[in-house]
């Protein structure tokens, strides 16, 4: 039984490189998909924002101008989106590819109805190139299209299983949370999203439950409520 129908999942560009430090491991995404698809075989609707990191981080780009980097950063998450979708073909679950900057050839171009549509023909949809806009991450794209598509709640998928008050890989001390709101995650400055997604999900009353994919089944024990990290409701 599902307590999430309608499900906006955010994956880092980081957790499909699996063990490697960058690039596409496809086994790792094969996982990924195949939890995703036993969410999908129970009747769930997701859209899915994936960030570009395994292949490129603007912040570290050095001297380049910020927009540019972004761009970059944003063809980085065209390629990640399109390794999902072949993935979700493998394994027979119907999927499309849209992107905030048109490139036709590869991608449909980010519509919301018609975004709405497949989701209702139980097609997962992946939203690639972020909000299309420089200077916005892709937590700020998952917000967005949370809002968009009415989705029941954002699924963070990290490599940590939850949200603590300091990084847990640095301080033996750090303390989890089991729930904080959106406006603790502004004050307290926790590192869960950057403040613009924290202050949309907020405004729009969109619940975020942040856990941990090193075992992507979690994905589908989140799906059925399960207590696997750490949900912000306002």
């Known amino acids: 039984m599902l307590v999430y129908k309608r499900v906006l999942l955010k994956l880092s560009g980081e957790v499909l490189a699996g063990d490697k ?8 995404v094969v996982k990924i998909c195949s939890a995703i698809k036993e969410c ?9 924002v994936v960030g570009g990191g395994n292949f490129w981080r603007g912040r570290s780009s050095g001297d380049m101008d910020r927009t540019r980097a972004d761009h970059i950063g944003m063809l980085a998450t065209v390629m990640n989106s399109l390794a999902l979708a072949d993935a979700f073909e493998q394994l027979d679950v119907p999927a499309r590819v849209q992107t ?8 449909e171009p980010y519509i919301r109805n018609k975004a709405m549509t497949h989701l209702e023909k139980g097609r997962v ?6 909000t299309g806009n420089p200077f916005f991450t892709t937590d700020t794209a998952a ?20 949200i603590y008050d300091k990084d847990p890989n640095k301080y033996k001390d750090a303390v989890k949370y089991d729930n904080i709101t959106h406006t603790e ?3 307290s400055s926790l590192n869960v999203m950057d403040s613009t997604a924290a202050s949309l999900c907020r405004d729009n009353n969109i619940p975020i439950l942040v856990f941990d994919l090193t075992d992507p089944m979690n994905i589908l024990r989140a799906m059925k409520g399960e207590n696997v990290g750490t949900i912000v409701v306002e």
Not at 143 to 162: C, P, S
């Open 21 to 28: 430090s960058s690039g596409i491991d496809f086994e790792t």
């Open 40 to 48: 999908h075989s129970l009747g769930a609707k997701i859209g899915i």
């Open 100 to 107: 905030a900057i048109a490139m036709q050839q590869v991608a």
């Open 125 to 130: 949809v992946v939203f690639g190139c972020g």
């Open 143 to 162: 917000a967005l299209r949370a809002a968009e598509i009415d989705a029941d709640i954002i699924f963070k998928a990290t490599n940590v299983d939850g």
């Open 185 to 187: 995650i502004l004050k």
